[in-house]
């Protein structure tokens, strides 16, 4: 977090609320390839001012993974799309959980100078808008846009589970380092409201397709220790075509090496089959081990427990070598720092 620039946040969430009051056609906008948190956050939102009597868009530049399409429908289609509704001119265009531009993906020519108002909890990122609302301490967006229903005044049983999910979806099932007492007394305010957190959770972390369970086997059979406390899982994309499995089947992978006893950095490589010879990198911590400053190290950024970031390699092997090279000092350095033993 230390790495980059914090934006300077320049609206209170009370004229967020006045904002939204004030305008029409409004556009949502989600991060390319979306998460729980980003898209339970905008439906979250999507409902709350559809239920106002406002017209908005939603759009994403990619498909919606199959386990979070339940947030995103209505009467069995979609309401995120990735190519504005023709006819629809937005007056007020919302980024929501998007740190950078680079994230907007294939909407970023379009709409990356476009955003007036964006609602983020990245305390890095580079995303500009006349209005920024980026709170860090938030374990979620979705704790961010539930204070926001509050204040419009929405109790949509429908709007406040898509803010529970997308709470539960960036904290693990409240799990992880980000959870603070707020997030639960949230969490139990939602419920209160008459949110189904049974449900909800089986619908994000349960019943999964065969082929997922069998990519994550994969997984952890490839998964190696350059230090006893540092897992690698290293998913070669040949590998994927080869199983057949699909890119959502390797989606959830970077949760994995954090389950193994007595490691303290997870990092999962992926090839971008869109990109190639790019490699897209996950690192996972309990979030004493800052993993946002590591990924800085190749200019990406997120949370000290959950970061990302991407370089540019000729092989999979050439990639993680570049990685650890650049990481493993800096992680070694940390760990003194921590006074953490080996
Ligand atoms: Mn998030």
Do not use: W
């Amino acid at each position: 977090m230390e790495n980059n620039i914090i934006p300077q946040t320049n609206i209170t969430l009370p004229e967020i609320a006045e904002l939204l009051r004030e305008s029409d056609d409004i556009l949502l906008l989600s991060h390319t390839r979306p998460d729980g948190d980003t898209i339970g956050s905008g439906s979250c939102l999507y409902r709350a001012l559809r239920e106002m009597g406002k017209r908005v868009a939603y759009l994403c530049d990619e498909e919606i993974p199959r386990r979070l399409r339940f947030l995103c429908s209505e009467d069995d289609a979609l309401f995120i799309t990735t190519e504005l509704p023709c006819g629809f001119t937005p007056s007020l265009t919302v980024a929501v959980d998007i740190a950078s531009p680079s994230l907007l993906g294939k909407l970023e020519g379009e709409y990356a100078d476009r955003v007036d108002l964006r609602i983020d909890h990245h305390g890095t990122g580079e995303l500009m808008a006349a209005h920024l609302y980026v709170n860090p301490e938030a374990a979620a967006v979705g704790e961010i846009v539930y204070e926001l229903c509050m204040l419009l005044g929405c109790r949509d049983k429908t709007a406040l589970s898509c803010a529970y999910a997308a709470i539960s979806s960036d904290t693990g099932g409240f799990k992880y380092s980000n959870v603070t007492p707020k997030t639960h007394r949230i969490a139990a305010e939602m419920l209160e409201l008459g949110v189904d957190s049974a449900d909800i959770t089986q619908k994000l972390f349960g019943a999964r397709p065969l082929s997922q369970v069998q990519a994550y086997c994969a997984a952890v059979e490839m998964m190696h220790f350059p230090l006893p406390d540092v897992a690698v899982i290293n998913f070669p994309e040949g590998y994927r075509l080869f199983r057949g499995f699909t890119e959502e089947d390797i989606g959830d992978l970077s949760s994995i090496p954090r389950q193994i006893e007595g490691v303290r950095l997870g990092i999962v490589i992926k090839q971008r089959s869109d990109e190639v010879g790019k490699y897209k990198i996950s690192m996972r911590s309990d979030g004493k081990i800052d993993c946002c400053a590591l990924c800085a190290l190749f200019g990406g950024g997120g949370h000290a427990g959950a970061s990302g970031a991407a370089i540019e390699a000729e092989t999979a092997e050439d990639a993680e070598k570049a990685i650890l090279a650049a990481v493993l000092p800096e992680f070694k350095r940390m760990k003194e720092e921590l006074g953490l033993q080996d």
